[in-house]
């Protein structure tokens, strides 16, 4: 048999059919840079595989600080041992956590297995310290496939139909969307969310999960006054501030972390993704000092088998080193005028509905067909995959349009950057056609 045929027959598909992914897998055999290389040709890797890969395929930094950590000790149990690299990545992130003015004192770090894991760890230690039971979230964000992460997320992610019986405890709220008319000012959000508090009881809400730019909705970036409104809010009543970093963190929208742009101090912060450059897995939860006293004498509520994986923290710390070394926010300043001027002509077209970028997390919002929807996405990924370009391309379940995700690699290029917004203005010429 044939590696598709191997594939096919024995791996089962995350979050799709079986049928679907039969249709739909590619094979690719390398990647490097911004690119993936398989046997029937070559794409830009426009949405950075599930926006994770933000230092690009296969960089050798990375790749060279994992096997060294293989050769020294592959694997250590955290309750009983740690080595030097443990030291060396919570010194790098007590670094970029605390570098702004807003001096966040987040001192201590917990390191699961992926973002999902570091979400559920974050909300556990919210509500041991705060001894309360309840985690409210919004109804806009994307938290992760763990039950409970998943319970955090909004029901327009089809992939809630999953949870049997949803985690209890999850209060979800509606978050203001800038660029919708709905629940778009500041002030009626915000008297909406401090309401919706005082009628939960806010002496039972161990913490407010949040995404400052909400990623898998399409780039939905509240704004800064908003976000400060609710961490006020959350400061009066002694409510956790969990910042869910995961996708923006790691200089995804410009800045290290996404919080920064609303110049917030959360209390709690989880990252993944990028803290590895994705090319091992791990998730990563940050704490005050404060909280942390909480478990100084109690045991700390979460942990399994791979927690603090010596590998993973091996290629945690090479990521975070290269993006100073590759000089990556500078890198994508430069590249600010392209992206103005390519967004532009997108909003040209009768078919975009928005194009929305910070720093290079983006999304392409696509008007649809009144008849026949499913049949134009599926023409649209035929198209950019038939020039060269793959993305995460999806109807949004919440707008009823299709959504490009647009968050290439950081060392994406100009001409890289060009190369894909020409296929971009060549599906929306088409899709225009179609309305």
């Known amino acids: 048999m044939s590696v598709r045929q191997r594939v096919m027959a024995r791996q089962l598909p995350q979050w799709a059919s079986i049928a679907a992914r039969d249709s739909s897998a590619i ?87 992926s973002g999902a894991n570091a979400v559920d760890a974050a909300c556990r230690l919210a509500k041991h310290a705060t001894g309360r039971g309840k985690i409210m979230a919004s109804y806009r964000g994307y938290h992760g496939g763990t039950g409970f992460a998943l319970t955090l997320t909004g029901g327009w992610d089809i992939r809630k139909e999953c949870l049997i019986a949803p985690t209890p405890g999850v209060v979800h709220f509606v978050s203001q969307d800038p660029y919708d008319d709905f629940w778009s000012s500041t002030e009626q959000s915000l008297q909406y969310f401090r309401e919706l508090v005082k009628m939960e009881g806010p002496s039972t809400i161990a913490g407010v999960i949040i995404e400052t730019i909400a990623g898998a909705t399409g780039v939905v970036q509240p704004a800064p006054e908003y976000l400060q409104g609710v961490q006020a809010i959350c400061r009066e009543h002694g409510i956790m501030l969990i910042a869910d970093e995961v996708m923006s963190g790691f200089c995804r929208t410009g800045k290290w972390f996404g919080f920064e742009h609303a110049g917030l101090s959360p209390d709690i912060v989880t990252m993944a993704k990028g803290i590895t450059g994705a090319a091992v897995p791990l998730g990563a939860v940050a704490v005050t000092e404060k909280i942390a006293a909480c478990f100084q004498d109690s045991m700390l509520p979460c942990g399994s088998t791979y927690n603090a994986h010596p590998i993973s923290l091996a290629a945690a710390s090479a990521a975070i080193k290269l993006y100073d070394t590759l000089d990556i926010l500078n890198h994508m300043e430069s590249l600010r005028p392209t992206i103005a001027d390519r967004r532009a002509k997108l909003l040209k077209h009768a078919s975009c509905f928005d194009a929305r970028f910070v720093g290079l997390h983006g999304c392409v919002e696509v008007r649809l067909p009144e008849e026949g929807a499913g049949a134009a996405i599926e023409a649209a990924k035929a198209m950019m995959l038939e020039r060269g370009l793959w993305s995460l391309v999806r109807l949004n379940t919440n707008t009823q349009r299709m959504d490009i995700l647009s968050s290439p690699p950081l060392i994406v290029t100009a001409d890289e950057l060009n190369f894909a917004f020409d296929i971009l203005e060549e599906v929306l010429g088409s899709m225009d056609q179609k309305l």
């Open 27 to 113: 094979h690719i055999d390398r990647g490097e840079g911004c690119w993936l290389h398989g046997p029937k040709g070559k794409w830009l890797d426009w949405s950075s595989q599930a926006v994770c890969c933000n230092l690009g395929h296969s960089q050798p930094a990375i790749m060279e600080a994992v096997t060294a950590q293989m050769r020294k000790v592959p694997m250590l149990e955290s309750r009983f041992f740690y080595s030097d690299i443990n030291a060396e990545v919570c010194d790098l992130l007590h670094a970029k956590l605390n570098h702004t003015k807003q001096q966040l004192e987040l001192t201590r770090f917990y390191f699961p297995e």
